[in-house]
């Protein structure tokens, strides 16, 4: 079976009967035919007709009556009528859930989620030093708890801290890991120029694991050109690359907690990006 609209034909997938909210009130809808490739929801005038509903016009608005009893309204709006159903009707799942975002717009939680489950001592800070326009005043609240946090941060006992090398100014030292495939020399080779230039410093030593992408003959020749010393963490160690480690855990975290809460699993690549733009702007 096939839908046609304005001459593009849509392969119809399901039917069946549908329920949706208007102000509180459902409204059954029979015979739906489903087609993942449109992106609105139509409604038939006169199927609608044809199950005894009534129409009143007027004032760029339709009114749809059952039984003597308002439905819902459409107004006109670009040469079609649009109705605007609840978004969270009585048994809503989670995805229908995560489109209607509901809080009080000074609530540390509220805001807690509108950043993708970032730190909220680091939420707190952000709003504290006023450096994201139009994030208000946030104070802290007793008994904060997140659930979705506790469910989805779980992590391992710490290791113990050990002696190792530790930056002490900027450029000392560049601690690098790379998921993917990525063009590791040429972005390191912008990202030391230009930062050399801007601070006025010499990068002296970079830190990464030993994978293939860290231990090219290219890349060696580069260190040995700018003279920069290249730390290599053990084998099956990576937490002495633990900077590294840990930004790639927090932004883990955070997309896990994301997902895990609103339901929608396939927006992985749209979970890391809110994780790190979480973490680019809470300090």
Same mark, same amino acid.
């Given at each position: 079976?096939?839908?046609?609209?304005?001459?593009?034909?849509?392969?119809?997938?399901?039917?069946?009967? /549908?329920?949706?909210?208007?102000?509180?009130?459902?409204? +059954?809808?029979?015979?739906?035919? #489903?087609?993942?490739?449109? !992106?609105?929801?139509?409604?038939?005038?006169?199927?609608?007709?044809?199950?005894?509903?009534?129409? @009143? +016009?007027?004032?760029?608005?339709?009114?749809?009556?059952?039984?003597?009893?308002?439905?819902?309204? *459409?107004? &006109?709006?670009?040469?079609?009528?649009?109705?605007?159903?609840?978004?969270?009707?009585?048994?809503?799942?989670?995805?229908?859930?995560? #489109?209607?975002?509901? $809080?009080?717009?000074?609530?540390?939680?509220?805001?807690? $989620? %509108?950043?993708?489950?970032?730190?909220?001592?680091?939420?707190?800070?952000?709003?504290?030093?006023?450096?994201?326009?139009?994030?208000?005043?946030?104070?802290?609240?007793?008994?904060?708890?997140?659930?979705?946090?506790?469910?989805?941060?779980?992590?391992?006992?710490? #290791?113990?801290?050990?002696?190792?090398?530790? +930056?002490?100014?900027?450029?000392?030292?560049?601690?690098?890991?790379?998921?993917?495939? *990525?063009?590791?020399?040429?972005?390191?080779?912008?990202?030391?120029?230009?930062?050399?230039?801007?601070?006025?410093?010499?990068?002296?030593?970079? %830190?990464?694991?030993?994978?293939?992408?860290? @231990?090219?003959?290219?890349?060696?020749? &580069?260190?040995?050109?700018?003279? @920069?010393?290249?730390? !290599?963490?053990? @084998?099956?160690?990576?937490?002495?690359?633990? /900077?590294?480690?840990?930004?790639?855990?927090?932004?883990?975290? $955070?997309? %896990?907690?994301?997902?895990?809460?609103?339901?929608?699993?396939?927006?992985?690549?749209?979970?890391?990006?809110?994780?790190?733009?979480?973490? +680019?702007?809470?300090?």
């Amino acid at each position: 079976m096939v839908l046609a609209v304005n001459g593009v034909e849509f392969p119809i997938e399901g039917k069946g009967d /549908a329920k949706i909210w208007f102000n509180g009130h459902e409204c +059954s809808l029979r015979n739906v035919l #489903f087609s993942s490739k449109l !992106r609105k929801n139509l409604m038939s005038g006169p199927m609608l007709d044809q199950n005894g509903l009534k129409f @009143i +016009s007027e004032n760029r608005q339709i009114k749809v009556y059952a039984e003597n009893k308002l439905s819902f309204k *459409a107004n &006109l709006e670009q040469g079609l009528y649009y109705a605007y159903p609840d978004i969270e009707p009585k048994y809503a799942s989670r995805v229908e859930k995560t #489109f209607k975002i509901e $809080g009080k717009p000074n609530d540390l939680m509220t805001w807690h $989620g %509108r950043f993708g489950h970032a730190n909220v001592d680091y939420i707190l800070k952000t709003s504290r030093l006023d450096a994201v326009r139009g994030l208000p005043n946030l104070k802290r609240q007793l008994n904060f708890e997140c659930e979705p946090c506790k469910l989805n941060r779980y992590k391992r006992v710490s #290791f113990q801290s050990i002696e190792c090398t530790r +930056s002490k100014a900027p450029l000392n030292l560049l601690q690098c890991d790379v998921w993917g495939p *990525a063009n590791v020399i040429d972005t390191l080779t912008r990202f030391m120029i230009r930062d050399e230039r801007q601070l006025g410093l010499k990068v002296k030593a970079f %830190r990464s694991d030993i994978g293939g992408e860290f @231990i090219a003959n290219i890349l060696n020749d &580069l260190f040995v050109e700018r003279g @920069i010393k290249h730390d !290599r963490t053990n @084998i099956y160690t990576r937490h002495q690359n633990g /900077a590294t480690e840990r930004l790639n855990r927090t932004v883990i975290d $955070g997309a %896990r907690t994301v997902l895990s809460e609103s339901g929608l699993d396939s927006f992985r690549p749209e979970a890391v990006l809110l994780s790190l733009w979480s973490k +680019s702007y809470t300090h």
